[in-house]
């Protein structure tokens, strides 16, 4: 396994880069070609569908970005950590927990996503 801190870093770059082809190769880069995503307000499948996810929740949410919350912590092939969504120096307006299972090469092939209270 890749160290964890290098994957969810990449994997929340994923989520903040706003330039469409650059989001495209950071997912790439980030899942396996046939990973999936399920949290509460959304799901996505394959590279395609989750770059497509991330694009509409980036529509959804302008102005705000990922941060790490916490320390991701991984046993095996499996990962958790948390996140705040928040304006740069602001405050979170949301925040959850991600499972993630890894493949051999360190990108993720299965996530599912939990919302956490904020405040």
């Not at 929740?57 to 705000?64: I, K, M, N, V, W």
């Not at 941060?67 to 958790?80: I, K």
């Amino acid at each position: 396994m890749t160290d964890p801190d290098t994957i969810v870093e990449r994997y929340l770059a994923a989520w903040n880069e706003r330039v469409p082809e650059a989001r495209l190769a950071l997912v790439a880069a980030t899942f396996s070609h046939d990973a999936s995503y399920v949290d509460p307000p959304t799901s996505g499948h394959g590279i395609e569908g989750l770059d497509a996810m991330i694009a509409a929740a980036q529509e959804q949410f302008p102005g705000l970005s990922f941060r790490l919350a916490g320390e991701p912590d991984a046993h095996g092939d499996r990962l958790r950590f948390s996140w705040h969504l928040a304006a740069d120096g602001g405050p979170a307006v949301a925040g959850g927990t991600d499972f993630a299972v890894l493949a051999e090469d360190g990108r993720m092939c299965s996530v599912t996503g939990f919302l956490d209270p904020v405040g």
